[in-house]
């Protein structure tokens, strides 16, 4: 089973390590992470939100069921869904990956939400969120922090 997968995993991450500069993987679930970032967190506030792209590389679908950090002791799987015209964010308790599929946690979507910063988040730093499946799998993925946007334009 291993020896199946593991060639494929090997190219995806020689793929990837070319792309981006950060890859995680688990061997035993066949999860691949990238594009893994976390916002700054607004001044003020102790809530930030964090975002990646999960490959499953696997045969299995795979379950993403939680995640867990020591900058908090409070970080949700969330989604932004339109409704009637209005973005509205809901918790989710899991989020599906299909077997060879791949999911996209981004702005106006699938999204981890952090309550609760024991510190604020900064530009540059780093922070570790480990993401649990629902195969008892988990994976370590370092989340660099990305600053706000600043808005250049206002629109009344
Ligand atoms: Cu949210």
Do not use: W
């Amino acid at each position: 089973m291993r020896n199946v997968f593991a060639p494929v995993l090997t190219l995806v991450l020689l793929i990837c390590s070319v792309l981006v500069n950060s890859v995680f993987a688990n061997e035993s679930n066949g999860m691949v992470v990238e594009n893994s970032y976390a916002r700054e967190s607004i001044p003020g506030t102790t809530i930030s939100s964090a975002y990646m792209t999960l490959n499953n590389v696997s045969k299995n679908n795979l379950r993403l069921i939680g995640a867990s950090s020591s900058v908090s002791d409070r970080v949700e799987i969330h989604e932004h869904t339109m409704e009637n015209g209005l973005m509205k964010m809901r918790q989710r308790e899991y989020v599906e990956i299909l077997a060879k599929d791949s999911t996209v946690f981004q702005p106006s979507g699938f999204h981890l939400m952090i309550f609760d910063l024991k510190q604020p988040l900064k530009a540059k730093e780093n922070i570790k969120i480990t993401l649990h499946f629902d195969d008892e799998s988990s994976i370590d993925v370092n989340y660099l922090i990305k600053g706000l946007k600043q808005k250049k334009h206002h629109h009344h």
